[in-house]
């Protein structure tokens, strides 16, 4: 370990100790998804000593997203958000190992992030049918190694007090991921390993109106100009969303944060020859009400 890094780490390395601090620089994560959730749990691992993090993430950082994103100020408005993100976390630990990636997680693209790389997988992600792809793939009993964390819906909430952690199928009163549910009965496809979620019971009414932020600095609808990749440059979420949903710092922070504590947790907590992965078959045990919409972060 270098010395800046040494010293950067200092306190941590006091709580957990040398050892743990080598699994803790050693483990490889990939981050799918990188807004509200994503961002913060990609800094806290940078901050724990994560060394080596790949972020994947399509979008431009927009002024709707300045209220509950960490790479997100009114100077990074219009900057590939990966990109941008990248740059905080090697402020925070110049020596770390950053990967930024601007690209959709899909069916089509799945098989060119080679999950088996890494030791740990994080899904982020807002659009229903690539979070279901990547929790099966993820999940998947072929895919040895990687272990998978996934948050469930973060909008719509304001109590820090009804976040939990559960395995997938015991979570219970969360929109999102009853439709996940109901979307995996439909298809028949489910998760092959049994996972835990980052998630909240708790679902508000939105009380604005507005659809967008209504400024030149808004991503939507979509914009002619800006960096990034000019296949993705009109690439935005918005206008396809039923709703867009409020948001607040505190919650999408807390599960981020959660996300990285879950695997900082792992590593402190065993050598990587104990880290036991679930190959139980994961069989639906849930009834989930069919008026239920997912809430997304």
């Known amino acids: 370990m270098r010395s800046i890094e040494k010293?950067?780490?200092?306190?941590?390395?006091?709580?957990?100790?040398?050892?743990?601090m080598e699994r803790i620089a050693a483990a490889r994560v990939i981050i799918f998804g990188v807004g509200g959730v994503g961002s913060w749990c990609a800094e806290s691992l940078v901050?724990?000593?994560?060394?080596?993090?790949?972020?994947?993430?399509?979008?431009?950082?927009?002024i709707t997203n300045v209220n509950r994103q960490a790479m997100a100020t009114t100077r990074t408005v219009g900057r590939?958000?990966?990109?941008?993100?990248?740059?905080?976390?090697?402020?925070?630990?110049?020596?770390?190992?950053i990967t930024a990636i601007q690209e959709i997680f899909s069916a089509d693209t799945a098989d060119s992030?080679?999950?088996?790389?890494?030791?740990?997988?994080?899904?982020?992600?807002?659009?229903?049918?690539?979070k279901l792809e990547l929790i099966v793939r993820a999940t998947d009993k072929s895919l040895v190694g990687p272990k998978f964390y996934s948050s469930m819906g973060a909008a719509l909430k304001m109590d820090p007090t009804q976040v939990h952690v559960s395995e997938f199928w015991q979570v219970d009163g969360c929109p999102?991921?009853?439709?996940?549910?109901?979307?995996?009965?439909?298809?028949?496809?489910?998760?092959?390993?049994k996972f835990k979620c980052i998630w909240s019971p708790e679902v508000l009414p939105n009380l604005g109106q507005a659809r967008t932020c209504g400024t030149d600095a808004c991503m939507c609808p979509k914009a002619q100009t800006g960096e990034g990749r000019a296949d993705l440059l009109n690439h935005e979420w918005c206008t396809?969303?039923?709703?867009?949903?409020?948001?607040?710092?505190h919650i999408t922070a807390i599960f981020g944060f959660t996300l990285a504590g879950l695997i900082i947790q792992d590593l402190y907590g065993a050598p990587a020859s104990r880290r036991q992965r679930s190959t139980d078959a994961v069989t639906?045990?849930?009834?989930?009400?069919?008026?239920?919409?997912?809430a997304l972060q």
């Open 240 to 249: 396809s969303k039923a709703q867009i949903n409020g948001t607040t710092a």
């Open 7 to 20: 010293a950067i780490l200092n306190r941590t390395t006091l709580l957990v100790g040398d050892v743990a």
């Open 80 to 97: 590939v958000k990966v990109d941008a993100l990248k740059e905080r976390l090697l402020e925070i630990n110049p020596t770390a190992e």
């Open 47 to 62: 901050r724990s000593g994560i060394r080596h993090i790949t972020i994947v993430d399509s979008d431009r950082v927009c």
């Open 113 to 130: 992030f080679h999950l088996e790389d890494y030791d740990f997988i994080v899904d982020a992600i807002d659009s229903l049918k690539d």
């Open 176 to 193: 999102l991921a009853a439709t996940l549910r109901r979307r995996m009965r439909r298809q028949k496809r489910f998760p092959g390993r």
């Open 284 to 294: 639906p045990v849930r009834s989930d009400n069919a008026g239920e919409t997912p």
